[in-house]
């Protein structure tokens, strides 16, 4: 039983297993914290997507579906390993379980069969989807189970459980098959190696060539008042995209016009709500390609 992970933390934690993790559009606020409570957090659970494709998979654990919100888990671990970070908080992926294996995870002892579905698991489990149709024929490559691995054992390390923390779906829904493919308990004994020796680190990171485009200068950077080349290559590429809300320019200083053409731009993308309110985020901004200036 423990107090969730910060965003911070959990990010930390991930990257110190060694593992390649992307930050997804507003994953540190994403939640489903209105619809229940969130914490005490006592296990990691892992899913199948049953879907294939990375950019669409993670986008629909973030957004979910109509008879499902998003996000749908904290994390996608794609079929390279890479994890994509879609959620912080209360997720709907575990839904009503047993309350046995429950009490079993909080205790770290052997799992029952689950027979119930009593218990509230979006409340107590971190969720990791793992793109793989769940056919019992679409291949799990040795980098995602390793990803799999690396994931749980972060999560773990960073709360002081054992392997015995970690479950399936399977384990803890009647009816459920995820993760189809691979066997929990080989996975809970590669998971238990990992905890017995020092994390990997953090992947190295390689030099970067020069950039073409401007970078992200982070969304507090737009605000009323700042003046910079920046804005004024920002707005000529808005323009450029069709998206311009301009009657005079665009210009250096950040305006309202700019504010209402980025609005357009994000819009464009699929963007809505919150996501669309007009401050540039970082993916939508490497997506509109700023020249250097």
Known sequence: MATPLTADRL???LRDEGLEVHEYRSWRTHNRNSKGPWGPVNGVMIHHTVTKGTASSVELCYEGHSSLPGP???GVIDKSG????????RANHAGLGDGDVLNAVVNETALPRDNEADTDGNRHFYGFECINLGDGQDPWPEAQKLAIEKVAAAICRAHGWSQRSVIGHLEWQPGKVDPRGFSMDT??????KRL???PDGPRPQTPKP???YEP???SAFFRMGRESRIITAMGKRLVAEGCGKYEEGPGP???EADRKSYAAWQRKLGYSGDDANGIPGRTSWDKLRVPNV
């Not at 890479?82 to 908080?89: I, P, S």
């Open 210 to 212: 020069p950039a073409k």
């Open 11 to 13: 990010l930390k934690a």
């Open 187 to 192: 996975m809970r004994s590669r998971i238990a």
């Open 196 to 198: 017995g020796a020092k």
């Open 253 to 255: 200083e950040w305006t």
């Open 216 to 218: 992200f200068p982070g």
């Open 72 to 74: 749908l888990c904290h």
């Open 82 to 89: 890479a994890v994509h970070l879609v959620g912080n908080g």
